[in-house]
């Protein structure tokens, strides 16, 4: 291995009952890395994991695990392990037996093995609940049996199929930096799959942001967060208001009626761009300072910050602002050159970033539809 | 009206179980005769068990019965397994098919199978109606029982255990038999004493198919029935009574356990 991947996919495609789930996808993986698949269901993040953990061949391409081509080699001959959405813990196995399970299958010891399980179960904070029904346990729980289990036959890959979806908020947070905790003490490659983002942000050293069975950008957290590739990932990312502009000259963008000085060059002279800006990166001034000035739609109050709707010459921008604002201000928008970030169009230009439609309860809405159509990803 | 309610009840048990309670209560009739009641004797289940026919009757039929269950639950089990794995509209004819034999009456069946037997006899030399039409004929009508008591349970499991079994370095034979096995055991069971019941019930389709020489209780009783009444039939279908409904109170004490067992994890899913 002249390289540090641990993981190749090469091309790979993939059609399950005639439609296409991964288009030609190419990624590699490096060793040690936290590697983390976002996107919306059916983006095709839960199947590449199935590929990499061999329960699915892909139609064409080349899966090369530390330098093999693994294509053909079943699921018990991969050096991966994976963590199963809903756990799937073995029910008529206790917390012990259950950890024990893939050690047993390689005939260790007896005296190895209660070592290993014990030291697994400490790992996650279990320790003491050998001999517990899995089915007594708290979703929690459960999730560090499930943790403890895989960890326990000391895999090269540990995969995390959207493991923290069942679990409330507040837990969720405990378990995301306990994750991240386990994994820098074991230095092993996770690969972990999610369709929220900031789960995503926080524990990644590479996110690889996913839509339609392709690839939309691959990058650091900070990256994908700043610098988006296109539409698509600055909305899937954070929040964005992402308008319609000119890129007059390099350094200089023309958007909402007005030049702005930005930091984005290369772009050919008057080539028509996507331009995202953050909301929290608009400063509201008096409207004699402003930039931009519209009036105010709606406000929200989010407890750190307010989130208000400004229409400037019928856009809708979403800004966050720690001063309130009242429905009907007319206000000035001020934006820095650092907080412009100029993007190609794309398939995904005109379809995100407008708040026009927004409000709580249609937000409340969407998110609902979400959960559902997750299901049959799973 | 409660007292109506119960005296309606007490008719309804009355007329169900009022011959068996008189069967067994002349089957212990110290005398032949099917009115007087002499007094209490063991005499005609002395009898019973001196009488050659019956006890190698009640030998083929237990043979036949525990045989022909353990193959159905076999095949039935592995039917329900690739059953369920199959796509919703090939799944749906499948359980049609399975299900066409449980309602479909058993005269038609005995003599449909006997027709074929008859139909591959007549061409091999050699072969002859016997035990072996009769296990292949109880084997037949208990698979889809079997396959209607597994099913469920394997629906009602997290499909990834299987997979779970696999990622942890374990082949698939033995993830099959160490994590799937355990989780639809109830219904296995469940399975083999319906099938060995069925099969020690049945009369019709062992009229039909089981010549001469391999003659199932039901069958031989029924013979005894043409020739003059002996007590001693009474004193067998005691005994038959008694352990059929043994088998009943062990199916159904499990299917109570398994049930709360469900309601359990249910509720601790939904907490």
């Given at each position: 291995m002249t390289n540090n991947h641990i993981i190749d996919l090469k091309n790979i495609s993939v059609s399950l009952g005639g439609e296409?789930?991964?288009?030609n996808m190419n990624l590699y993986i490096n060793d040690k890395e936290f590697i983390t698949l976002l996107g919306?269901?059916?983006?095709?993040k839960t199947t590449t994991l199935r590929i990499i953990g061999g329960f699915l061949e892909p139609d064409e391409g080349d899966v090369i695990f530390g330098g093999k081509r693994v294509n053909g080699v079943p699921p018990h001959k991969r050096r991966v392990n994976t963590i199963f959405q809903r756990y799937a813990?073995?029910?008529?196995?206790?917390v012990f037996e259950n950890v024990a399970f893939g050690l047993r299958i390689k005939k260790l010891p007896e005296k190895e093995i209660r070592q290993t399980v014990d030291e697994m179960l400490k790992l996650v904070n279990?320790?003491?609940?050998?001999?517990?029904?899995?089915?007594?346990?708290s979703g929690g729980q459960q999730q560090r049996v499930a943790i403890a289990r895989a960890l326990a036959v000391n895999p090269k890959v540990l995969l995390l199929d959207?493991?923290?979806?069942?679990?409330?908020l507040k837990l969720r947070k405990d378990m995301q930096v306990e994750l991240k905790n386990i994994q820098q003490r074991l230095g092993i490659t996770f690969i972990y799959v999610t369709h929220d983002q900031e789960e995503a942000l926080s524990m990644s050293d590479t996110i690889v942001v996913m839509d339609g069975g392709v690839i939309q950008q691959i990058g650091s957290p900070l990256d994908i967060y700043?610098?988006?590739?296109?539409a698509f990932v600055a909305d899937f990312i954070g929040e964005s208001n992402i308008v319609d502009g000119v890129?007059?000259?390099?350094f200089c963008a023309e958007f909402a009626g007005s030049r702005f000085e930005c930091?984005?060059?290369?772009?050919?002279?008057?080539e028509a761009v996507d331009i995202v800006i953050r909301p929290e990166d608009v400063d509201v001034v008096p409207t004699e300072k402003g930039m931009l000035s519209g009036v105010v739609t709606s406000v929200t109050f989010k407890g750190v910050h307010f989130e208000i709707i400004v229409d400037v010459r019928g856009f809708k921008w979403m800004i966050q602002t720690t001063d309130y604002e009242a429905v009907g201000n007319v206000i000035g928008l001020r934006i820095e050159p650092d907080a412009i970030h100029v993007m190609k169009k794309s398939v995904?230009?005109?379809?995100?970033?407008?708040?026009?439609?927004?409000?709580d309860e249609i937000d409340m809405l969407s998110d609902t539809s979400y959960e559902e159509e997750s299901v049959p990803d799973e | 009206m409660k007292l109506l309610s119960k005296v309606y009840n007490f008719l309804v048990f009355g007329f169900l179980y009022a011959p068996i309670a008189v069967m067994i209560v002349y089957s212990?009739?110290?005398?032949?005769?099917?009115?007087n009641f002499g007094s209490f004797s063991f005499r005609w289940y002395q009898e019973l068990f001196n009488d050659d026919i019956i006890l190698k009757s009640l030998y083929v039929s237990l043979l036949v019965a525990v045989l022909s269950a353990l193959a159905a639950t076999l095949i039935g089990t592995l039917a329900a397994v690739g059953i369920d794995s199959m796509k919703a509209p090939l799944k749906r004819a499948y359980l049609m098919v399975n299900n066409i034999p449980v309602v479909n009456p058993d005269i038609v069946t005995a003599v449909s199978m006997m027709i074929l037997f008859v139909f591959v006899i007549t061409r091999i030399?050699?072969?002859?109606?016997?035990f072996g039409t009769l296990l292949i004929a109880h084997i037949t009508f208990n698979i889809p029982y079997v396959i209607l008591s597994v099913l469920p349970k394997l629906r009602g499991m997290n499909s990834n255990i299987y997979d779970a079994a696999l990622d942890l370095g374990c082949p698939p034979l033995k993830s099959f038999m160490k994590v799937v096995v355990p989780e639809i055991l109830p219904g296995i069971i469940t399975g083999f004493i319906m099938a060995f019941t069925l099969s020690l019930d049945d009369f019709v389709i062992s009229y039909f198919n089981s010549g001469s020489t391999a003659q199932t209780l039901p069958v031989t009783i029924y013979s005894m029935?043409?020739?003059?009444?002996?007590p001693k039939i009474n004193a067998l279908s005691t005994l038959l009574f008694i352990s059929v409904m043994l088998l009943l109170v062990v199916v159904n004490i499990r299917q109570s356990a398994g049930v709360k067992k469900d309601k359990k994890t249910i509720k601790k899913e939904v907490r």
């Open positions: 296409q789930i991964l288009k919306p269901s059916g983006c095709g813990l073995f029910p008529h196995l206790n279990l320790s003491g609940f050998d001999k517990r029904n899995v089915n007594s346990l959207e493991p923290l979806g069942a679990l409330d700043n610098e988006p590739k296109n890129m007059v000259r390099d930091l984005d060059k290369g772009f050919s002279e008057r995904y230009s005109g379809r995100y970033g407008d708040y026009s439609s927004f409000s | 212990f009739n110290s005398e032949k005769s099917r009115t030399n050699g072969l002859n109606m016997g029935t043409k020739r003059p009444y002996s």
